[in-house]
Nanobody
Framework: EVQLVESGGGSVEAGGSLRLSCVAS????????MAWFRQVPGKEREGVAF???????IYGDSVKGRFTISRDNTKNTLYLQMNSLKPEDTAMYYC???????????????????WGQGTQVTVST
């Protein structure tokens, strides 16, 4: 079965860095869009970064220039490098698998059919 497992979250001071990982299994990893989302209690899930199967990357406006999404198809692993972290980046971060090659650049429960359990990121001042 499809499984996505995130790791790498934690607590960090403003201006610091973290790298999140998502290990995928149960499908042909290289053939699908992968994405990172985040969510805080009481707010909608927000798209952070997207990486289509065919290459290229897309970022939410609030993280451009600070976050980098990448994928290692030999390890079935998705990464999110987060630099210059701000308190407003505090959230639960989730990786997700899309249904096709391209990415829908918004939160879609129908397009993103599988999700990891989430990893918490907390940024303090």
């Amino acid at each position: 079965e499809v499984q996505l497992v995130e790791s790498g979250g934690g607590s960090v001071e403003a201006g610091g860095s973290l790298r999140l990982s998502c290990v995928a299994s149960g499908y042909r990893y290289s053939s699908y869009c992968m994405a990172w989302f985040r969510q805080v209690p009481g707010k909608e899930r927000e798209g952070v970064a997207f990486i289509p199967s065919i290459g290229g990357t897309i970022y939410g406006d609030s993280v451009k220039g600070r976050f980098t999404i990448s994928r290692d198809n030999t390890k079935n692993t998705l990464y999110l490098q987060m630099n210059s972290l701000k308190p407003e980046d505090t959230a639960m971060y989730y990786c997700a698998k899309g249904r096709g090659v391209y990415c829908v650049t918004s939160y879609s429960r129908s397009y993103y059919e599988y999700w990891g359990q989430g990893t918490q990121v907390t940024v303090s001042t």
